[in-house]
C-alpha cells in the first residue's frame, strides 16, 4: 500500500539531508531515501563554509557542531610559480563565522541525521533507493505525486531529487542538464603531512601541474589536476613518474609522496558542469548536483547545495501545510538560485580553462626554474599584482568563496 508524506526526497547528501531536516523543523513530515548503507564514502567535498556554519547558528546547530573533531581554517595560500601568496583571508567576514571547516562530509551528514532524529517527521531510509517516480496522469503535464523504491511506494507533496550529478530521478522526470565542456578530471589520495608543514596552502601552481592540499588534521586529502580522459595514460608511465610530478610542483611533499604505493590508493573524479535549464514540473524540483553539477573549484558544492535547501524550504514550508505546492512556487525558486550558480559556474569554466587547463599540457619547465626563464604559469606582472594586491585580493575572496554571490538564511520562526 502507498505511504503518504509531505514531502519526499531521493538522496541523502547535504541539500537532501539539510532540506529534510529543516522541513521536519516546521512539523512536516519527511522522508529521506540514501542508496547507501551509510555514508562512508571519502574524497567528497568536506568544507564548510562560513554561509554553512551561519545557517548552522541560525538552527540552533552551530555550536553542537563545532564540538566534532573538525578542522579550523582561516586562510588560504597558494604557492603560485615557487611564491607563496596568502590569496583568502576568512578572518575579515564577519564573527563569528570568520573560518571555514574541514569536515568529513560523513561527519557532517551523521550529525544531520542525529540532529534530524529528534524530530517527530523527520526520516531517513538507508540501503533504498528511489527507482522511480509515481505520476498522476500521462504525457510532460503529469504532476509527479511521488516515488518508488523497488515495491514500496512513498507518495508526497512534493517530491525532490537530490541525488547527485548522475540524478536517476532527475531523468525520470525528463529534465536533461545542458553539459559545459571540462577539458580535466582530478586524482584525489591521501598523504600524510611531511615533518614540519607549511602553512595551510590549498594548490601548488606551476607549469607542469596543480597540485591541491586540503588540511585534514594529520593527513591531507590530496589532489592532481590532470588532462580529461589522461588517467590511464598517466598509470601507463608509473608512479613513480606521477610522485615525480607532484613533487616538481610541491617540492615540501618529497618526504612523504612514497606512502603512495599504488595506483589503488588514487581515485579519479570525473569533473562534472552542468546545469538544467528547468528545475522543476509539477510537484517536483532538482536541487544541488542534481540541478547544477559544479566542479571542485572553490569547494563550494555543498555549501550551494545546502543553500538551494533553504531556499526551497523557506518558500514551501506554507503550502506543504496547505496540501499542494504551486509550480510557481517551484519555478520562484529556480529563479533564486540560478543567478548564483550560473555566475560560479561560469567562473569555475574561465579557471579550467585559463589556469587549470594550461597546468595539465605536459610542459616540463617546472618551479623555480620556470620562473627564472619567465615561462611560470603565471606571468611576472600578475604576481606582482597579485603580490601587491593580496589584502583587497583577500577580502574579496573570503566573501566570494566564504559567503557566496547570495547566501541563504534560515526563515525565522
Request: aromatic share 6%; net charge neutral.
Amino acid at each position: 500500500m502507498p505511504e503518504t508524506r509531505d514531502c519526499v526526497i531521493a538522496g541523502g547528501g547535504p541539500a537532501g539531508v539539510v532540506l529534510g531536516y529543516l522541513l521536519a523543523r516546521e512539523g512536516l513530515r519527511v522522508t529521506v531515501l540514501e542508496k547507501h548503507a551509510d555514508f562512508l564514502r571519502d574524497f567528497r567535498g568536506d568544507t564548510i563554509h562560513p554561509s554553512t556554519l551561519t545557517i548552522l547558528g541560525e538552527l540552533g546547530l552551530r555550536e553542537r557542531f563545532l564540538e566534532l573533531p573538525v578542522d579550523r581554517v582561516d586562510t588560504f595560500d597558494a604557492v603560485i610559480d615557487g611564491e607563496r601568496l596568502t590569496l583568502v583571508d576568512f578572518g575579515t567576514l564577519p564573527p563569528p563565522d570568520d573560518f571555514l571547516v574541514f569536515a568529513p562530509q560523513w561527519d557532517f551528514l551523521n550529525f544531520m541525521v542525529r540532529e534530524g532524529a529528534k524530530l517527530p517527521g523527520f526520516e531517513v531510509l538507508m540501503s533504498t533507493e528511489a527507482t522511480d517516480l509515481i505520476l498522476d496522469g500521462t504525457g510532460e503535464d503529469a504532476r509527479v505525486v511521488g516515488l518508488r523504491a523497488g515495491d514500496r511506494q512513498l507518495r508526497a507533496t512534493l517530491t525532490v531529487a537530490a541525488d547527485g550529478r548522475d540524478s536517476r530521478i532527475r531523468d525520470a522526470a525528463g529534465l536533461v542538464p545542458d553539459e559545459f565542456g571540462v577539458a580535466i578530471d582530478v586524482l584525489w589520495f591521501d598523504l600524510p603531512k611531511p615533518p614540519n608543514p607549511p602553512p595551510v596552502t590549498l594548490a601548488y601552481l606551476g607549469e607542469s601541474a596543480l597540485v591541491l592540499t586540503l588540511d585534514r588534521g594529520e593527513r591531507y586529502q590530496a589532489g592532481a589536476v590532470i588532462r580529461k580522459g589522461g588517467f590511464e595514460a598517466l598509470r601507463a608511465r608509473g608512479l613513480e613518474e606521477f610522485r615525480s610530478t607532484l613533487t616538481g610542483v610541491a617540492p615540501v611533499l618529497a618526504p612523504v609522496v612514497g606512502s603512495i604505493a599504488e595506483w589503488s590508493q588514487v581515485k579519479l573524479l570525473s569533473v562534472q558542469l552542468n546545469r538544467l535549464r528547468r528545475w522543476h514540473r509539477e510537484g517536483f524540483i532538482a536541487i544541488g548536483d542534481a540541478a547544477h553539477a559544479m566542479s571542485p573549484v572553490g569547494g563550494v558544492g555543498i555549501n550551494y547545495a545546502i543553500q538551494d535547501a533553504v531556499a526551497l524550504a523557506a518558500r514551501v514550508v506554507p503550502e506543504l501545510r496547505a496540501g499542494s505546492v504551486s509550480e510557481r512556487t517551484l519555478a520562484a525558486v529556480q529563479r533564486r538560485r540560478l543567478p548564483p550558480v550560473r555566475s560560479m559556474q561560469r567562473i569555475q569554466k574561465f579557471v579550467h580553462e585559463r589556469i587549470a587547463g594550461r597546468a595539465v599540457q605536459g610542459r616540463t619547465v617546472q618551479g623555480s626554474a620556470a620562473r627564472d626563464e619567465g615561462r611560470g604559469i603565471v606571468p611576472a606582472p600578475v604576481h606582482a599584482i597579485l603580490r601587491h594586491a593580496q589584502p583587497i585580493l583577500q577580502r574579496i575572496a573570503a566573501r566570494f568563496i566564504g559567503l557566496g554571490i547570495r547566501p541563504e538564511h534560515v526563515a525565522r520562526r
